[in-house]
């Protein structure tokens, strides 16, 4: 047991507060600091900066871009990131197809796609989820038919999250209907969302916000080199992406982040003289103390590259803290929260404004990424032996 | 940053847990049901393993050990809920001798307690709830300290009266012994002009005791973290067993779900426990941060014990509730460390006074 960071663990954490604190523009930290949408330039531009200086795809192979950091050194990267509200690299570049290009795809496929996924020159959207297949990924209907060489895709994709930014779609496919289990039957395409016959529309979200798609495939044709690793071998790559996913998904030092600034705002409105207030304040930071520290355990033993199985304890307890601390929000709003949609003219502060939309929105959390539920299901069969 | 065990703190685990094996419900009822509440040939094991002069000076008759092995060992004794008075004797009332005491004492009592032959106990608790009750009056105690652990038993009592400490005999003072619900022993006891000993010079000893209080919470939190670990495998093996409508209970994921709560509840508490004995063990911890860690681990412990012994008893059903099983002396037991030392809800209040005087909570140093 031992509690402090070696020397050249100490000297990298503060490497990379400087880099985030100083190379990203203010502005856009400022944006993400007051809970405002900062649009695709300002995800672009942030993951460009970082990519230059080599720290926009730590976790992918050295030589595609990565960085041979040791876990607890990629755990820094992340947090620090956070803890400076710098918006990370689009997860689904960094964290999904660029991981699963770099293990499943060819040469090829590497040389002409990574790239330009870790400078963000394409904007990838993740095409997995269906009107029948939620949780029940492997149940998915999209097929795609060989033509001659070609793939020809029908079918329909939803939750689609900004998928109106996007240059291109990594797309679960039925390529073999008959297969004996139908995980077997299961094929990864990549395709470009302008060719002819992919529509996508927008589905309203409940804070009134645009942030996800449905996309439609008529007749869609794939050439063969838009097939990832070998057919009916999506749902290994599945599996693999879904698992990176979890890992990335737990928003600790985010919520440490939107918490201290809350704090700093009852602070100042007195609320934080309250009792039963800052008795809510302190178990939440407890909990998130909590919470990272396992997130530092969970990385520590996740040196073979795959993620500990207590990753899902991550996804589930981090969504839970993170809603938790945008329902605290609308609560020392209160009333005030009701000006969701004022612009200038009002005197209620921004921090109130945004607080309802931004629970609203983030009650998606505990059901993307593998619901929380299907957590549950993980952390009673694999680690409980339920 | 590092939250596994080295090669030493293994053996000494498993030493530990070796020597433990035996200790099942069973053995344990009897073991309680008759005075002192404890093994006494048990705690002479323990005393030849070096167990109970752990975290001692070698000068003083121990071992020279650190906070890490002191958890290590409490998590054993956890697991099994073993009723021995490990973090009582040990880590509070050698712990106070050890901050405080004079060369002799420590030699004499240290050294006693290192080697089996003396068990000391910490009175501090009065009947209001407070730390009072106890005043001194020149060179004598009097006043009533209630409940005082393990009392009944004691060959020394640690006496916490007007912000100081002294050593007083049992033999000068009344003591009535009971059992505590979970399976202890706790004592109301008299002191009339009670003849008392300062400890070491016998000044102020509010903060010295505050950070024995902090090393003995974090143990205590090891404690119920083996604890709860028992009672999520009882649980677990359990539904993988039981029978109803035809099926094992793991069929049911009513019940599966809320074993993968406790599961998480399990894994948040060992993260911040373990931290906090690195935090307790880490030489450039000041005693605030001690403080503090030790605030935070309880805090978590008290959620999560009531959560995972609650749970426990409803996933086990009636057989949870009898006393010939053993998940509900484990949930007994948790309730207990949960109140001893300070509760969830006044770490709640002690987090508070420094509340606005950072801005998140850094893990790290």
Redesign the interface.
Known sequence: ?????TEE?TAF?EEMRTFFTTKIPQELRDAIAAGRHIGKEGIVESQRIMNEAGIAVPNWPVEWGGQDWTP?QKHIWHEEMQ?ACVPPPLAFNANMIGPVIAHFGNEEQKKKFLPPTANLDIWWAQGFSEPDAGSDLASLKTKAVKDGDDWIVNGQKTWTTLGQHADWIFCLCRTDPDAPKKQAGISMLVFPMDTEGVELRPIELIDGGFEVNEVFFQDVRVPPEGLIGEENQGWTQAKFLLGNERVGVAPVGAT??A??TL??TA?ESGD?ED?LV??Q???L??????????A??VV?NSSDGKPHP?SS?LK??GTELQQAVSELAVDLAGPLALASGAGEGSDIPDWARVATPNYLNLRKASIYGGSN?I???I???T???? | ??????GE?TALRDAVRGLLKGYDNEHRREVVAEDPGFDESLWGKLAEMGVLGLPFAEDDGGMGAGP?EVSVVAEELGRVIAPEPFVEAVVLAGGLVAALGSDEQKKEILGGLSSGELVPAFAWSDPTGGEGGVSVDGDTLSGVKEPVLNAGRADLFVVFADGRLFLVDPADTEVTSYSTFDGGRAAHVSFDKSPATPLGEGGDATEATKDVIAAATIAYCHEALGAMDSA?KMT?EY??TRKQFGMTL?RF?AL??R???M??SL??????V??A???L??E??DAEKKREAAA?AK??VSKAGRHIGQEAIQLHGGIGMTAEYAVGHLTARLTAIDHLLGDGRQQ?KN??RR??SY???E???
């Open positions: 047991m031992q509690l402090a960071l663990e954490r607890l803890l440490k982040r918490l201290a704090k700093a602070a934080l009792p800052a008795s304040f302190i178990e930071e407890n909990a998130l103390l909590a919470l990272e520290l396992t530092l355990r520590a207590a304890v589930l307890k539920e957590q549950r299901q952390i009673a069969g680690i409980l032996g339920l | 940053m590092d939250f596994t065990l080295d703190q890490a999520l677990t539904l993988t793991n994921q599966t779900f074993a993968a709560d599961y998480t894994e948040l508490t060992r993260s911040i373990t931290w004995t690195m935090v063990a880490d450039d911890s935070r805090l978590q709640i987090l508070s509340l606005t801005d998140v909570v893990p790290l140093p």
